[in-house]
């Protein structure tokens, strides 16, 4: 047989005909592929695996089935993983496959296209933080938060090891953070908090010369805007800690800039710009002080000249990279989320400083005009902090688990915090759907 | 091949970036319901009306090499064509979920996650699989932290990895990154571990031999069972790098060699778009008695102990009981055995090391792997392995250059011997073809590491032996003056790195100062 035909086995991406794959196969002297494995018996392996190939309408008839058993419900979540609107032209360009289906860029010359948009990204990101350094993306905001506190210990000019992050950090920050520290000499110690933000009181009695890393995070974790990030950049600058700030590039297109608070680090999940909601997968945001270059973590872009001259883009500083420094490298850092980077400065130059500036004011009034519908139900209380809020909220209720169900019986999907607290997050995408919440919350808890 | 890259702009400089399009500085303070010492005082970012932004992305990936534009054969990076339809069904707004979600509304994500967990347990000949990484490195680093977790839960602190050194970077990293000492393995003079070598560096310090087989000149470790032998006696874990699976699929399997612990680069052996350097997922697979270590939540059916076929943790083996590590009897049975109506729930594995990324991983890439899987089969996955080693065989054996060692399965180092490997593939640029990886593995001097997977056909690899034969017959002069095609000729990177420019505001305070010093 020659040629492929529909029923041809095999895969369907290998475009070899069998005249091709013979003519190879002789030119090589053997007779078959399998000839070419190189596997001793005791260790090869019969491609048993049990499963049946099929048909791409099939697979994607299958998938979409799967998919359908997950329940329609209107998110109100946060916690960290927030999902704007995402313009249809950032997916269509994005998906042009000319960035979907490129490599990192080893051969700049070839690649000045996603190179320049990285160089764009990271131009955002410095605007966005104050801060002069900014590497051109991460997994995700826990891996970035996890990567900072490294880069304390290994910058660090006081003897300090403890890093201090807030008792209400997310679970998974947390736990991210604790493994990625565990090969370090850094120890994690929490602070608490008081009304949902940072008690300034007590973080001052913890920081100490021991101290090299402080973490604090605006919004918090429940919605709260630090009231006094500077106080906490001081706190850490008396010393001579590392104070970092977890935020988001929504939350800083209207949030004072970190850097002018004294960050030296900023640290958070640029997938709310550019990333459908997707299950958790994220976009870390790193940025830093300049004195730091040498240390970050990741890939940077940098800015040269060709030899005609001409302004050119390329990866640069790579001797801090594991293809070079090895076991000295400044992270194991090699695949990372630049396509996803793409896509938030895409999302970010459509949106320009208006809308981001716009968007990130509904996130403020979205949040305290739901806050005050749901106050108003009797048995309800709404925020329960007496905080500035962006995108979320704590609420209280009576029953907290017995309404989350309840609202999910009217397709509503909270959080439950604990027996008595709920949390909801507003954002463009359900924003319209908020007064059938309101609705459901005081059926459910009348 | 003919080839020209498109380049825009004047003459001094390519698609202006966004900031020099246009850029505008807003107050966003004005008129804030946010108190005025919360909020910033400026933003300055450039907005461009949709036809811009348009016109702007187009320009910039036509800019762009890419799988789609012609061939990509970077070694061990697995660069290969990378059907639609993964893309289509990763799309799909249903599987759009927020990661907090009851376990019980969202059985259709658990589904998919728990048949990939089985799939990839099933491919690599282990037990127990998590999908949370989101990369191959970020993979390694839960293996190693579920290997050192392991030790130090049965009272064995250990203090070394070896690593061969021709094994990939991350490795290196990796293993200090977790507080290891790093031991690095010379190659033997095949180019293979040299197992004297190896018994000589094992101890009761080693926690683990981080191993990628075939390795990275695409030489397959036929010692492994030794090699495994040899590690498991001294109390070590061996520990699989699965950047290079895609050469072994359905022939021979991680686990069946004795390896207790495995990565797949699902981005590269089953295929999803590269995007320029990520996202890729990095899921860890790892034999029964490691199984309770790994990231919390796994999925399981409800009701079920864990997989099929898995322990319930009642043969928990430890090191101490010297090799009880190896020769397990892997689950042979049908991989593809979810039925419809089968709920699914989380849960936190009992000695679990905790999380390695804040939710659930890089979710849309998982999507990718399950539906690649599914597509391909066993047939395809064998023939997939069976065309990226011929393809491998057939283009070594058409170039003019040497390739040392061998014989090789999917990739191979070819060395440009006197002449400089990066010009060669400077060179390469301008015959419409990307170079393969150079000057690594260092093992092969002036390596040109080629890997052109199953996705190209005879007359593609007999282009790509032209543009490599005739870029290494240019001339010095001809290849240091490459390339000449391609959106910018050779870029300085030694003054990117001398003096870093790394954001638009830095060109503008450059520009600021040779502007003061020409002005005095």
Known sequence: MSGRSAGASGSPFAPHTADETAAMLDALGVDEEADLFDIPDEVAFDGEFGIPQRGERAVVGDLRETFARNDDLTEFLGRGHYSHYVPAVVDDLSSRSEFLTSYTQYQPEITQGFLQALFEYQSILVELTGLPVANCSMYDAATALAEAALLSDRVRSTSGSTVLVPGDLRDGKRATLDNYVDGSDLSVETYPYDDNTADLDALAELVGEDTAFVYAETPTVTGAIEPDLAAVGDLADEHDALFCVGSDPVALSLLEEPASVGADVVVGEAGVLGLPASYGMGLGLFACREEYLRQVPGRLVGESEDADDRRAFTLTLQTREQHIRKERATSNICTNQAWVALRAAMHAAYLGPDGLVDLAEDCVRDAASVAASLDALDGVEAPLDDRHHFREFTVGVDDAPGVAAGLEEHGFAVHTLDDETLQVCVTDLNVDAADDLVAAFAEVTA | ?520
Request: aromatic content about 6%; glycine content about 10%; charged content about 25%.
């Open chain 2, 1 to 520: 091949m003919n080839y020209d890259q498109a380049r825009y702009g004047d003459d001094d400089r390519n698609e202006p970036l966004l900031s020099e399009k246009d850029s505008t500085e807003v107050d966003p303070g004005e008129g804030s319901a946010l108190p005025d010492e919360l909020t910033r005082d400026s933003l300055e970012l450039p907005g461009l009306s949709e036809p811009e932004l348009a016109r702007h992305y187009t320009r910039l990936s036509q800019m762009n090499w890419s799988v789609e534009a012609g061939p990509y054969p970077l070694g061990s990076c697995t660069m290969k064509y990378n059907p639609s339809f993964a893309d289509d069904v990763a799309a799909d707004p249903n599987a759009a979920v927020h990661p907090d979600r009851d376990p019980e509304t969202v059985q259709g994500n658990l589904e998919l996650l728990y048949g990939l967990q089985e799939y990839l347990a099933t491919i690599g000949g282990m037990d127990a699989v998590t999908l949370q990484p989101p990369a191959g490195a970020a993979g390694e680093f839960t293996g190693i932290a579920v290997a050192k977790a392991y030790h130090e839960r049965n009272g064995n602190d250990r203090s070394e990895v070896i690593v061969p050194a021709s094994a990939h970077g991350t490795n290196f990293a990796t293993a200090a990154m977790a507080g290891y000492d790093v031991v690095e393995l010379p190659s033997g003079e095949d180019g293979r571990v040299d197992v004297e070598a190896l018994e000589a560096a094992v101890s009761d310090d080693t926690a683990a031999l981080m191993l990628t087989n075939p390795n990275t000149v695409g030489l397959f470790e036929r010692d492994i069972v030794e090699i495994a032998e040899i590690v498991h006696d001294a109390g070590g874990l061996l520990y699989y790098d699965g950047a290079n699976l895609n050469a072994l699929l359905g022939r021979a399997r991680p686990g069946d060699m004795g390896f207790d612990i495995m990565h797949y680069n699902v981005h590269k052996t089953f295929a999803t778009p590269h995007g320029g350097g990520g996202p890729g997922a990095g899921p860890v697979g790892v034999v029964d008695e490691l199984a309770e270590f790994l990231p919390r939540p796994r999925v399981r059916k409800a009701g079920e102990a864990g997989r099929i076929g898995a322990a319930d943790g009642s043969d928990t083996a430890t090191a101490a009981d010297g090799g009880a590590l190896a020769g397990h009897d892997h689950d042979h049975g049908n991989a593809d055995d979810n039925e419809e109506g089968d709920s699914y729930e989380l849960f936190d594995p009992e000695h679990s090391i905790g999380k390695v990324h804040g939710f659930s991983g890089n979710w849309l890439v998982l999507i990718r792997a399950y539906a690649y899987i599914r597509r391909l089969g066993d047939e395809g996955l064998l023939d997939a392995s069976a065309k990226a080693v011929l393809n491998a065989n057939y283009l070594a054996d058409l170039l003019d250059l040497e390739v040392p060692y061998g014989p090789f399965h999917h990739e191979f180092a070819a060395t440009a011997g006197e002449r400089d490997a990066a010009d060669v593939a400077k060179g390469m640029l301008d015959y419409g073809v990307h170079p393969p990886t150079t000057k690594w593995p260092e093992m092969v001097p002036e390596a040109m590491l080629t890997e052109p997977t199953e996705v190209e056909n005879k007359r593609s690899l007999e282009d790509l032996a032209n543009a490599f034969n005739e870029a290494f017959a240019d001339t010095d002069e001809e290849l240091h003056a490459a390339p000449t095609k391609t959106a910018s000729r050779r870029v300085d990177q030694t003054s990117a790195a001398r003096n870093p420019r790394l954001s638009w505001h830095a060109l503008d305070e450059s520009r600021n100062a040779s502007e003061n010093a020409n002005g005095e």
